[in-house]
């Protein structure tokens, strides 16, 4: 079923140089127990996608518009104090650096804890004990003595699995996890990808896994939507998009990654250039008109600096947004 | 450069303890094992990578090379002259042959410096006799080199994005002529795709140049993808080291194994993924015997008794493990 559903959504804040278009027009959504990876460079607005569905957005200096429905129930609209509810309850949040999303001057135990307190009305010694549960659960060894340890006194791998804690405490239908383990060693990573994963089994959460990683999208998610200049340009099953992308941008991404060859294979002594996308990532104080990735496509012609490409679907479910897509027999 | 087989770079018994205060009473005075006894060499025109964890001393180390710390213990000597006995003057002149290029492209340049000043400060201070016109003729040059157009010796570094940065960096890395260039985790804060123009940049610039790396980064991607040898670090100390190609294929110390197999792939095979437990241990206070052994899925009694030395494996491969 359905629990997370984003249409069209668009994103843009005010600034002194102009409006900044960091989502325009994205749409997807995400059934219960599955992983959709958002997948994108700096500036492509994974992670202002993210923020809008928390309700993160400083109402200040930036709108939503569009439409954001949790199991249904609209949430674009929502007045912060329905919004509160949401978060921790509905949704679960992991952010990249866990020194800065936990609280410095309370133990951890007391953070996993104020989530039964809000959230489900425990008394104190009951959310205590539910918080220890909650750690051991994310593999802490000695819960009952590090629930009484401040942040500062864990490692980076140990926060994370605080946070973790903390994001799934309530048993929220949706887990948001942006960047969750950038921050991280990638031998601590396999450990907080590997838990995620089996935590996601147990609780039957669907995970929006925001990235920019391409192996962990790999490892990690069901599907994968491929974000550019604020839009989706791709988005497919993880195997269809790696295995057979229609999009340049993405086939761009996906050779400019310097994998390490551990095949047992030919000896390949000669170690080719690594495949670069020329140019930059354009503008987003300005609307884009056509293709946003045209000014650094080699396929591109003249309707693709004039008319603005459309994510249709290309085979089951494998969707992209070209005008020329790369065709496979 | 012309030095024959004789190394350009040779590091020999490196240590680097960082004292701790102990408390208030500060009674007995503890240490940070950063770097414990570490050897290794480079030779012209190579690029040699350190690759470990946070805490694995690799950072140190290239500040080291670099003298902006004194080593505890242990000697380097550039160009077969012992870094740490020279004078302030002779290692002024010294340095402009070995240089560096930081992480953070927008931390480490003087953000009130024209890009022009950033890059021929280097050059006036390693050719004091170079006059405008041939300075100007040499900047020209390495900004074209590095791939930023000609006028941006006129701008500023906040109109550039990071990876335009980098290229200023590595710019003014060149410029005093140098012939090693430690670069520590030079492209790790960049977007993948400039990430690759970098890289392919450096690798001409090599060709071109003859430049040596000591590449310091936590990617095993991409140092696989530039390095001509490899060596792994685990708290302070080199558990293998070897040809690329025998480090990515051939791994022989069940460190590397495990690092090398938590790396996410495209095509992950489900082979068995070895998962590491546990986390690296305080190198206040290292595990005796091999410091791994916490971890280490094969770990015997001998292990945690004596310390293993890094040894021939086969070839130029060597590696500091009993059960190998």
Known sequence: MTILRVENLRTHFKTPRGTVRAVEGVSFSIRDGETLALVGESGSGKSVTSLSIMGLIDSRIGTSNGSITLDGRELLGLSENEMEKVRGRSIGMIFQEPMSSLNPVFTVGWQVAEMFRLHRGASKAEAWREAVKMLELVGIPAPERRAQEYPHQLSGGMRQRVVIAIALA????????????????????????????????????AVLLITHDLGV??????????????????????????????????????????????????????RPLLKEIPGMVPSLTREIIGCAFASRCDRARDNCHAIRPELRSMTNSHNAACHYPTEYA | MSQGTAPLLQVKGLKKYFPVSNGILGSRKRYVRAVDGVDFDITSGETFSL???????????????????????????????????????????????FQMVFQDPFGSLNPRMRVGDIIAEPLRNAHPDLNEGALRERLADLLDRVGMPKDSADRYPHEFSGGQRQRISIARALAPGADLIVCDEAVSALDVSVKAQVINLMRRL????????????????IVDHISDRVAVLYLGQLVEVGPRAEISRRPAHPYTKALI?????????????????????????????CRFNTRCPLAKDICRQSVPTLRQYDGTHQVACHLV
């Open chain 1, 217 to 270: 999208v790999a490892e990690t998610a069901d599907r994968v939507a491929v974000m550019y200049a604020g839009s989706i340009v791709e988005s497919g099953n993880v195997r269809d998009v790696i295995d057979r992308p229609r999009h340049p941008y993405t086939q761009g991404l996906l050779a400019a990654v310097p994998e390490i060859s551990d095949s047992d294979g030919a000896e390949l002594e000669e």
């Open chain 2, 206 to 221: 090599q060709d071109e140049l003859g430049v040596a790396y000591l590449f310091i980064s936590h990617d095993l991607g």
């Open chain 2, 261 to 289: 197999s938590a790396v996410p792939k495209l095509h992950p095979q489900r082979k068995t993924r070895q998962i590491l437990v546990g986390e690296v241990p305080n190198p206040i206070s290292p595990p005796s015997g």
């Open chain 1, 170 to 205: 309530c048993e929220p239908s949706v887990l948001i996890a942006d960047e969750p383990t950038t921050a991280l060693d990638v031998t601590t990573q396999a450990q907080i990808l590997d838990l995620i994963r089996s935590l996601q089994t147990r609780l039957g959460s």
């Open chain 2, 51 to 97: 690759v470990g964890e946070s805490g694995s001393g690799k950072s140190t180390i290239g500040r080291l090379v670099m003298r902006l710390i004194e080593p505890t213990a242990g000697t380097i000597t550039f160009d077969g002259r012992n870094v740490e006995s020279l004078s302030q003057r002779e290692l002024r002149s010294l340095r402009s042959r």
